[in-house]
Protein backbone atom coordinates (compact mmCIF):
# COMPACT_ATOMS: atom_id res chain seq x y z
CA UNK A 1 0.00 0.00 0.00
CA UNK A 2 1.62 3.19 -1.50
CA UNK A 3 0.42 5.96 0.62
CA UNK A 4 1.10 9.72 -0.85
CA UNK A 5 3.52 10.66 1.47
CA UNK A 6 5.65 7.57 1.69
CA UNK A 7 5.82 7.94 -2.10
CA UNK A 8 7.21 11.17 -2.11
CA UNK A 9 9.97 9.96 0.69
CA UNK A 10 10.40 7.27 -1.68
CA UNK A 11 11.67 9.44 -4.23
CA UNK A 12 13.55 11.57 -2.19
CA UNK A 13 11.26 14.92 -2.41
CA UNK A 14 12.24 15.12 -6.11
CA UNK A 15 9.01 15.52 -8.06
CA UNK A 16 8.09 15.11 -11.20
CA UNK A 17 6.27 16.58 -13.58
CA UNK A 18 3.53 13.70 -12.67
CA UNK A 19 4.13 13.36 -9.22
CA UNK A 20 0.78 14.52 -7.99
CA UNK A 21 -0.98 12.77 -10.31
CA UNK A 22 0.72 9.11 -9.16
CA UNK A 23 0.56 10.00 -5.74
CA UNK A 24 -3.11 11.07 -5.69
CA UNK A 25 -4.10 7.85 -7.89
CA UNK A 26 -2.50 5.54 -5.66
CA UNK A 27 -3.29 6.80 -2.01
CA UNK A 28 -5.60 4.40 -0.42
CA UNK A 29 -7.54 7.68 1.25
CA UNK A 30 -9.48 5.54 3.71
CA UNK A 31 -7.89 7.57 6.80
CA UNK A 32 -8.32 11.48 5.97
CA UNK A 33 -7.64 12.01 9.60
CA UNK A 34 -3.94 10.07 9.72
CA UNK A 35 -3.38 11.80 6.75
CA UNK A 36 -4.14 15.28 7.55
CA UNK A 37 -1.25 17.66 9.71
CA UNK A 38 2.10 16.12 8.79
CA UNK A 39 1.44 15.82 5.51
CA UNK A 40 3.62 17.74 3.36
CA UNK A 41 2.65 19.60 0.31
CA UNK A 42 4.05 18.24 -2.59
CA UNK A 43 7.44 20.00 -3.66
CA UNK A 44 8.73 21.19 -7.01
CA UNK A 45 5.46 19.58 -8.50
CA UNK A 46 5.00 21.16 -11.76
CA UNK A 47 1.35 19.69 -14.00
CA UNK A 48 -1.15 17.48 -12.96
CA UNK A 49 -1.28 14.23 -15.04
CA UNK A 50 -4.45 15.99 -16.01
CA UNK A 51 -2.44 19.22 -17.68
CA UNK A 52 -3.05 21.80 -14.51
CA UNK A 53 -0.72 23.25 -11.52
CA UNK A 54 -2.33 22.29 -8.36
CA UNK A 55 -3.46 24.78 -6.05
CA UNK A 56 -1.34 25.66 -3.06
CA UNK A 57 -3.56 25.84 -0.33
CA UNK A 58 -1.94 29.10 1.90
CA UNK A 59 -0.78 27.05 5.01
CA UNK A 60 -3.16 24.50 4.13
CA UNK A 61 -3.20 21.40 2.03
CA UNK A 62 -5.49 19.45 -0.60
CA UNK A 63 -7.24 16.29 0.18
CA UNK A 64 -6.08 12.95 -1.50
CA UNK A 65 -8.97 11.23 -3.44
CA UNK A 66 -9.56 7.40 -4.26
CA UNK A 67 -11.00 6.63 -7.39
CA UNK A 68 -13.69 4.52 -8.01
CA UNK A 69 -15.82 3.10 -11.06
CA UNK A 70 -14.67 6.43 -12.41
CA UNK A 71 -15.92 8.64 -9.77
CA UNK A 72 -13.69 10.46 -7.36
CA UNK A 73 -13.78 9.83 -3.69
CA UNK A 74 -13.40 12.13 -1.04
CA UNK A 75 -13.87 11.90 2.62
CA UNK A 76 -14.76 14.80 4.88
CA UNK A 77 -14.63 14.55 8.85
CA UNK A 78 -16.11 17.13 10.54
CA UNK A 79 -14.27 17.01 14.07
CA UNK A 80 -12.66 19.80 17.25
CA UNK A 81 -8.92 20.49 15.76
CA UNK A 82 -6.51 22.39 18.09
CA UNK A 83 -5.33 24.88 15.69
CA UNK A 84 -2.17 27.54 16.60
CA UNK A 85 -3.31 31.03 14.94
CA UNK A 86 0.59 31.89 15.33
CA UNK A 87 3.07 30.65 17.54
CA UNK A 88 1.81 31.63 21.36
CA UNK A 89 -2.04 31.42 20.30
CA UNK A 90 -3.73 28.46 20.18
CA UNK A 91 -7.26 27.99 20.36
CA UNK A 92 -10.19 24.85 20.65
CA UNK A 93 -11.99 25.57 16.67
CA UNK A 94 -14.07 23.25 14.97
CA UNK A 95 -12.67 22.05 11.38
CA UNK A 96 -12.13 19.20 8.80
CA UNK A 97 -9.73 16.35 8.99
CA UNK A 98 -7.83 17.77 11.52
CA UNK A 99 -7.27 21.21 10.00
CA UNK A 100 -9.37 24.48 10.03
CA UNK A 101 -10.03 25.47 7.48
CA UNK A 102 -10.81 21.70 6.21
CA UNK A 103 -8.33 20.41 3.15
CA UNK A 104 -8.46 21.73 -0.26
CA UNK A 105 -10.89 19.44 -2.83
CA UNK A 106 -9.52 19.79 -6.31
CA UNK A 107 -11.50 18.36 -9.13
CA UNK A 108 -11.73 18.39 -12.93
CA UNK A 109 -14.66 20.03 -14.97
CA UNK A 110 -16.88 17.10 -15.68
CA UNK A 111 -15.70 14.76 -13.52
CA UNK A 112 -18.31 12.98 -10.85
CA UNK A 113 -17.58 13.08 -7.35
CA UNK A 114 -18.57 11.56 -4.14
CA UNK A 115 -18.05 12.86 -0.64
CA UNK A 116 -18.24 11.19 2.32
CA UNK A 117 -19.31 13.39 5.55
CA UNK A 118 -18.60 11.78 8.76
CA UNK A 119 -19.65 14.07 11.91
CA UNK A 120 -17.72 13.45 15.13
CA UNK A 121 -18.76 16.86 16.52
CA UNK A 122 -21.12 16.83 19.58
CA UNK A 123 -24.27 18.54 17.31
CA UNK A 124 -25.87 17.65 14.27
CA UNK A 125 -23.88 19.69 11.04
CA UNK A 126 -24.24 19.32 6.93
CA UNK A 127 -21.81 20.77 4.23
CA UNK A 128 -23.51 22.94 1.76
CA UNK A 129 -21.02 22.85 -1.69
CA UNK A 130 -21.17 26.97 -2.01
CA UNK A 131 -21.33 28.05 -5.45
CA UNK A 132 -21.39 24.55 -7.02
CA UNK A 133 -24.84 24.01 -9.51
CA UNK A 134 -25.98 20.50 -8.24
CA UNK A 135 -29.43 19.00 -7.75
CA UNK A 136 -31.20 20.58 -4.75
CA UNK A 137 -30.77 17.50 -2.49
CA UNK A 138 -27.42 17.72 -2.66
CA UNK A 139 -27.11 21.36 -1.81
CA UNK A 140 -26.64 20.66 2.00
CA UNK A 141 -28.93 23.02 4.10
CA UNK A 142 -29.80 21.09 7.05
CA UNK A 143 -33.65 20.87 7.39
CA UNK A 144 -34.40 21.86 3.31
CA UNK A 145 -32.28 19.75 1.75
CA UNK A 146 -31.61 17.09 3.37
CA UNK A 147 -31.91 15.62 7.26
CA UNK A 148 -29.12 16.77 9.51
CA UNK A 149 -26.16 14.01 9.80
CA UNK A 150 -26.32 13.26 13.44
CA UNK A 151 -23.08 12.78 15.46
CA UNK A 152 -21.48 9.61 14.66
CA UNK A 153 -23.45 9.52 10.83
CA UNK A 154 -22.05 9.42 7.60
CA UNK A 155 -23.78 10.97 4.98
CA UNK A 156 -22.75 10.86 1.08
CA UNK A 157 -22.86 13.56 -1.59
CA UNK A 158 -22.41 12.27 -4.97
CA UNK A 159 -22.60 14.74 -7.88
CA UNK A 160 -21.01 16.14 -11.64
CA UNK A 161 -19.39 18.85 -11.69
CA UNK A 162 -20.81 21.09 -14.31
CA UNK A 163 -18.52 24.17 -14.07
CA UNK A 164 -14.89 25.31 -13.10
CA UNK A 165 -13.82 27.73 -10.84
CA UNK A 166 -13.03 28.78 -6.95
CA UNK A 167 -15.67 27.64 -4.77
CA UNK A 168 -16.00 26.58 -0.66
CA UNK A 169 -17.99 24.05 1.09
CA UNK A 170 -18.97 24.82 4.75
CA UNK A 171 -21.73 23.70 7.07
CA UNK A 172 -25.58 24.82 6.47
CA UNK A 173 -26.18 24.10 10.30
CA UNK A 174 -26.04 25.77 12.99
CA UNK A 175 -23.99 27.59 11.08
CA UNK A 176 -23.82 30.77 12.80
CA UNK A 177 -21.86 28.68 15.13
CA UNK A 178 -20.08 25.83 13.03
CA UNK A 179 -18.74 28.89 10.98
CA UNK A 180 -17.38 31.31 13.67
CA UNK A 181 -15.43 28.35 15.06
CA UNK A 182 -13.65 27.37 11.80
CA UNK A 183 -15.67 25.55 9.86
CA UNK A 184 -14.83 26.13 6.26
CA UNK A 185 -12.80 24.79 3.00
CA UNK A 186 -12.26 25.43 -0.33
CA UNK A 187 -13.31 23.97 -3.30
CA UNK A 188 -11.36 24.29 -6.92
CA UNK A 189 -12.45 23.39 -10.05
CA UNK A 190 -10.16 23.34 -12.92
CA UNK A 191 -11.52 23.51 -16.71
CA UNK A 192 -10.97 20.89 -19.09
CA UNK A 193 -8.27 22.59 -20.96
CA UNK A 194 -5.63 24.12 -19.03
CA UNK A 195 -5.21 27.54 -17.63
CA UNK A 196 -1.89 29.57 -18.69
CA UNK A 197 -1.04 29.49 -15.05
CA UNK A 198 2.05 29.18 -13.49
CA UNK A 199 0.99 29.44 -9.80
CA UNK A 200 -2.41 28.72 -8.11
CA UNK A 201 -2.91 30.33 -4.95
CA UNK A 202 -5.51 30.16 -3.05
CA UNK A 203 -7.10 30.90 0.91
CA UNK A 204 -10.25 31.91 2.71
CA UNK A 205 -10.60 35.12 4.86
CA UNK A 206 -12.24 34.38 7.70
CA UNK A 207 -12.73 36.63 11.32
CA UNK A 208 -12.37 35.04 14.76
CA UNK A 209 -13.60 36.26 18.43
CA UNK A 210 -10.81 34.80 20.02
CA UNK A 211 -11.05 37.29 23.86
CA UNK A 212 -7.51 37.74 25.46
CA UNK A 213 -6.85 35.10 27.63
CA UNK A 214 -9.37 32.66 26.41
CA UNK A 215 -8.87 29.49 24.29
CA UNK A 216 -13.01 29.20 22.35
CA UNK A 217 -13.57 31.55 19.79
CA UNK A 218 -16.99 33.16 20.70
CA UNK A 219 -19.40 33.15 17.63
CA UNK A 220 -21.94 35.13 19.32
CA UNK A 221 -19.91 38.23 18.17
CA UNK A 222 -20.88 39.90 15.34
CA UNK A 223 -18.59 43.36 14.61
CA UNK A 224 -15.89 43.36 17.54
CA UNK A 225 -13.42 40.75 15.97
CA UNK A 226 -10.21 39.85 18.05
CA UNK A 227 -8.13 38.05 14.92
CA UNK A 228 -8.28 38.34 11.10
CA UNK A 229 -6.93 35.64 9.03
CA UNK A 230 -5.78 34.39 5.31
CA UNK A 231 -6.33 30.38 5.65
CA UNK A 232 -6.94 30.62 9.85
CA UNK A 233 -3.53 31.85 10.25
CA UNK A 234 -2.61 35.55 11.58
CA UNK A 235 0.66 37.46 10.00
CA UNK A 236 3.77 36.41 10.63
CA UNK A 237 2.99 32.76 10.43
CA UNK A 238 0.83 33.14 7.17
CA UNK A 239 2.93 31.64 4.52
CA UNK A 240 4.94 34.04 2.21
CA UNK A 241 3.03 33.55 -1.72
CA UNK A 242 6.21 32.69 -3.95
CA UNK A 243 7.05 33.23 -7.71
CA UNK A 244 9.68 33.46 -10.43
CA UNK A 245 10.18 36.68 -12.02
CA UNK A 246 7.21 36.49 -15.04
CA UNK A 247 5.60 33.76 -14.17
CA UNK A 248 1.71 34.15 -14.65
CA UNK A 249 0.68 33.89 -11.01
CA UNK A 250 -3.24 33.54 -9.67
CA UNK A 251 -4.35 33.76 -6.33
CA UNK A 252 -7.94 32.47 -5.90
CA UNK A 253 -9.94 34.07 -2.02
CA UNK A 254 -13.52 32.84 -0.62
CA UNK A 255 -14.71 35.22 2.13
CA UNK A 256 -16.57 33.30 4.98
CA UNK A 257 -16.15 35.89 7.32
CA UNK A 258 -18.80 38.50 8.60
CA UNK A 259 -16.55 41.87 6.89
CA UNK A 260 -15.89 42.28 3.21
CA UNK A 261 -11.81 42.24 2.61
CA UNK A 262 -10.33 44.83 0.16
CA UNK A 263 -7.53 43.36 -0.64
CA UNK A 264 -4.80 44.90 -1.26
CA UNK A 265 -1.00 43.76 -3.80
CA UNK A 266 1.95 45.82 -3.96
CA UNK A 267 4.01 46.06 -7.23
CA UNK A 268 1.69 45.14 -10.23
CA UNK A 269 -1.69 46.24 -11.34
CA UNK A 270 -3.42 42.31 -11.38
CA UNK A 271 -6.54 41.44 -13.96
CA UNK A 272 -9.36 40.19 -11.87
CA UNK A 273 -10.24 37.12 -13.96
CA UNK A 274 -13.21 35.51 -12.05
CA UNK A 275 -15.31 35.39 -9.48
CA UNK A 276 -18.11 33.93 -8.31
CA UNK A 277 -19.45 32.42 -11.91
CA UNK A 278 -15.51 31.15 -12.36
CA UNK A 279 -12.90 32.74 -14.79
CA UNK A 280 -14.57 35.53 -16.82
CA UNK A 281 -13.81 35.93 -20.54
CA UNK A 282 -10.84 38.34 -21.14
CA UNK A 283 -13.43 41.15 -21.89
CA UNK A 284 -14.76 41.13 -18.50
CA UNK A 285 -11.22 41.39 -16.97
CA UNK A 286 -10.51 44.32 -14.68
CA UNK A 287 -7.37 45.73 -13.82
CA UNK A 288 -6.85 46.69 -10.19
CA UNK A 289 -4.33 46.87 -7.07
CA UNK A 290 -7.55 46.36 -4.70
CA UNK A 291 -10.02 44.19 -5.14
CA UNK A 292 -13.08 43.81 -2.15
CA UNK A 293 -14.17 39.93 -1.56
CA UNK A 294 -17.70 40.62 -0.59
CA UNK A 295 -18.91 38.50 2.29
CA UNK A 296 -19.90 34.78 0.86
CA UNK A 297 -17.74 35.57 -2.30
CA UNK A 298 -15.23 34.56 -4.57
CA UNK A 299 -12.80 36.50 -6.14
CA UNK A 300 -9.32 35.48 -8.18
CA UNK A 301 -6.81 37.51 -9.46
CA UNK A 302 -3.32 37.25 -11.50
CA UNK A 303 -0.57 39.13 -12.48
CA UNK A 304 2.78 38.42 -14.09
CA UNK A 305 5.34 38.21 -10.94
CA UNK A 306 7.82 41.22 -10.89
CA UNK A 307 11.03 41.37 -8.59
CA UNK A 308 10.91 42.50 -4.99
CA UNK A 309 9.08 42.01 -2.18
CA UNK A 310 5.29 42.97 -2.34
CA UNK A 311 2.91 43.37 0.25
CA UNK A 312 -0.24 41.63 0.01
CA UNK A 313 -2.98 42.92 2.60
CA UNK A 314 -6.18 43.70 3.54
CA UNK A 315 -6.60 47.58 3.43
CA UNK A 316 -9.18 47.64 6.20
CA UNK A 317 -6.10 48.66 9.01
CA UNK A 318 -8.01 47.19 11.64
CA UNK A 319 -8.39 43.43 9.96
CA UNK A 320 -4.18 44.08 9.73
CA UNK A 321 -3.56 43.80 13.94
CA UNK A 322 -4.25 40.96 16.45
CA UNK A 323 -6.59 41.46 19.35
CA UNK A 324 -6.94 45.21 20.80
CA UNK A 325 -8.96 46.66 22.92
CA UNK A 326 -11.64 48.95 20.75
CA UNK A 327 -12.99 51.37 23.48
CA UNK A 328 -9.74 52.86 24.94
CA UNK A 329 -9.31 56.44 25.34
CA UNK A 330 -7.29 58.11 22.39
CA UNK A 331 -3.87 59.08 24.40
CA UNK A 332 -2.08 60.76 21.05
CA UNK A 333 -0.90 63.87 22.38
CA UNK A 334 -1.43 63.38 25.86
CA UNK A 335 1.41 63.76 28.24
CA UNK A 336 0.79 60.64 30.99
CA UNK A 337 3.85 61.05 33.04
CA UNK A 338 2.22 62.09 35.89
CA UNK A 339 -0.60 59.44 35.11
CA UNK A 340 1.70 56.78 35.04
CA UNK A 341 3.38 57.36 38.47
CA UNK A 342 0.11 57.53 39.92
CA UNK A 343 -1.31 53.98 38.58
CA UNK A 344 1.79 52.06 39.19
CA UNK A 345 1.84 53.04 42.64
CA UNK A 346 -1.66 51.09 41.83
CA UNK A 347 -0.79 48.53 39.13
CA UNK A 348 3.22 47.91 39.74
CA UNK A 349 4.44 47.78 35.49
CA UNK A 350 1.77 49.85 34.19
CA UNK A 351 3.37 51.54 31.10
CA UNK A 352 1.70 54.79 29.64
CA UNK A 353 1.83 54.81 26.24
CA UNK A 354 0.51 55.68 22.77
CA UNK A 355 1.93 59.62 23.63
CA UNK A 356 3.44 59.57 19.97
CA UNK A 357 1.40 57.26 18.34
CA UNK A 358 1.23 53.42 18.30
CA UNK A 359 4.40 51.88 16.92
CA UNK A 360 5.92 51.49 20.04
CA UNK A 361 3.52 48.79 20.98
CA UNK A 362 5.84 46.11 18.92
CA UNK A 363 9.08 47.09 20.66
CA UNK A 364 7.64 46.98 24.24
CA UNK A 365 5.99 43.50 23.84
CA UNK A 366 8.78 42.32 21.64
CA UNK A 367 11.54 43.60 24.49
CA UNK A 368 8.97 41.34 26.66
CA UNK A 369 8.38 44.98 28.79
CA UNK A 370 4.60 44.54 28.60
CA UNK A 371 2.81 41.16 28.93
CA UNK A 372 -0.79 40.43 27.63
CA UNK A 373 -3.46 38.08 28.78
CA UNK A 374 -2.01 34.27 27.93
CA UNK A 375 -2.61 33.01 24.77
CA UNK A 376 -3.11 36.54 23.21
CA UNK A 377 -0.97 37.47 20.35
CA UNK A 378 0.52 41.41 20.31
CA UNK A 379 -1.60 43.70 18.59
CA UNK A 380 1.58 44.28 15.62
CA UNK A 381 4.24 41.89 14.96
CA UNK A 382 6.81 40.95 12.21
CA UNK A 383 10.11 41.95 11.55
CA UNK A 384 11.48 42.56 8.22
CA UNK A 385 15.28 43.02 6.95
CA UNK A 386 15.01 46.74 8.10
CA UNK A 387 12.52 46.51 11.59
CA UNK A 388 9.34 46.13 12.41
CA UNK A 389 6.24 45.30 10.12
CA UNK A 390 4.00 46.26 12.96
CA UNK A 391 1.38 44.41 11.38
CA UNK A 392 -0.48 41.37 12.01
CA UNK A 393 -3.84 39.66 10.93
CA UNK A 394 -4.67 39.48 7.11
CA UNK A 395 -1.16 40.37 5.88
CA UNK A 396 1.24 38.59 4.02
CA UNK A 397 4.36 39.30 1.36
CA UNK A 398 4.37 37.86 -2.12
CA UNK A 399 8.34 37.26 -2.80
CA UNK A 400 9.01 37.17 -6.48
CA UNK A 401 12.99 36.11 -7.29
CA UNK A 402 14.33 35.69 -11.08
CA UNK A 403 15.95 32.54 -9.81
CA UNK A 404 13.48 30.05 -8.35
CA UNK A 405 12.47 26.67 -10.02
CA UNK A 406 9.41 26.43 -11.29
CA UNK A 407 6.98 24.82 -8.38
CA UNK A 408 10.23 25.81 -5.88
CA UNK A 409 7.57 27.38 -3.14
CA UNK A 410 9.74 27.67 -0.12
CA UNK A 411 10.30 30.59 1.43
CA UNK A 412 13.47 32.59 -0.29
CA UNK A 413 14.18 35.19 2.48
CA UNK A 414 14.44 38.70 1.94
CA UNK A 415 14.42 40.49 -1.57
CA UNK A 416 18.13 42.53 -1.88
CA UNK A 417 17.06 45.76 -3.44
CA UNK A 418 19.43 46.52 -6.96
CA UNK A 419 21.54 49.31 -5.64
CA UNK A 420 19.85 52.91 -6.37
CA UNK A 421 16.10 51.36 -6.14
CA UNK A 422 15.83 51.77 -2.12
CA UNK A 423 14.96 54.84 -0.37
CA UNK A 424 17.64 56.62 1.54
CA UNK A 425 18.41 58.78 4.61
CA UNK A 426 19.29 62.28 3.51
CA UNK A 427 18.86 63.88 6.66
CA UNK A 428 18.60 64.16 10.35
CA UNK A 429 17.13 67.03 10.95
CA UNK A 430 13.60 67.94 11.14
CA UNK A 431 14.24 71.30 9.70
CA UNK A 432 15.82 70.01 7.11
CA UNK A 433 14.90 71.70 3.48
CA UNK A 434 12.16 74.44 2.51
CA UNK A 435 8.99 72.27 2.20
CA UNK A 436 6.28 74.27 0.85
CA UNK A 437 3.59 74.26 3.10
CA UNK A 438 0.07 75.96 4.05
CA UNK A 439 -0.17 78.22 6.75
CA UNK A 440 -1.80 75.84 9.99
CA UNK A 441 -5.24 77.22 10.86
CA UNK A 442 -5.65 80.02 12.78
CA UNK A 443 -2.74 82.44 11.74
CA UNK A 444 -3.40 85.68 11.50
CA UNK A 445 -5.00 86.81 7.85
CA UNK A 446 -2.05 89.22 7.96
CA UNK A 447 0.41 86.61 7.31
CA UNK A 448 0.68 85.22 3.68
CA UNK A 449 -1.56 82.19 3.49
CA UNK A 450 0.65 80.57 1.01
CA UNK A 451 4.75 80.75 1.41
CA UNK A 452 6.05 82.08 -2.20
CA UNK A 453 5.78 79.48 -4.63
CA UNK A 454 7.62 79.34 -7.99
CA UNK A 455 5.84 80.90 -10.78
CA UNK A 456 4.03 78.53 -12.50
CA UNK A 457 1.85 79.29 -16.23
CA UNK A 458 -1.48 78.17 -15.22
CA UNK A 459 -2.26 78.42 -18.88
CA UNK A 460 -1.13 74.86 -19.57
CA UNK A 461 -3.44 73.47 -17.05
CA UNK A 462 -6.57 75.24 -18.76
CA UNK A 463 -9.97 73.97 -20.51
CU1 LIG B 1 -10.33 43.06 5.97
Known amino acids: MVTRRNLIQALGLGGTGLLTGVARAQHDGHDPTAASKAMPQPPNVQRHAHGYVPVRTLNGWTLPYTMKDGVKEFHLVAEEVEHEFAPGCVARCWGYNGTTPGPTLEAVEGDRVRIYVTNRLQEHTTIHWHGLLLPSGMDGVGGLNQPHIQPGE ?37 PKEPEPIDRDYCFLLHNWALHPGTYRPDPSIMVDFDLWTFNSKVFPAIEPLVARSGERVRIRMGNLSMWNHPIHLHGVQFDVTGGDGGRWPQARWRSEVTEIVGVGQMRDIEFTAVPGDWAFHCHMSHHTMNAMGHGVPNTIGVDQSGVERTIRSMLPGYMAMGEAGMAEHQEHTDSGHMRGPENTLPMMMGKGPHGNLEMGGMFTVVKVRDDLAPGDYRDPGWYRNPKGTQAWRVSSDAAFGKPVRRQPYGTPTTAPAMPETPATDHSKHGG
Request: glycine share 8%; proline share 3%.
Open 154 to 190: TYVYEFTLRQHGTHMYHPHADEMVQMAVGMMGLFIIH
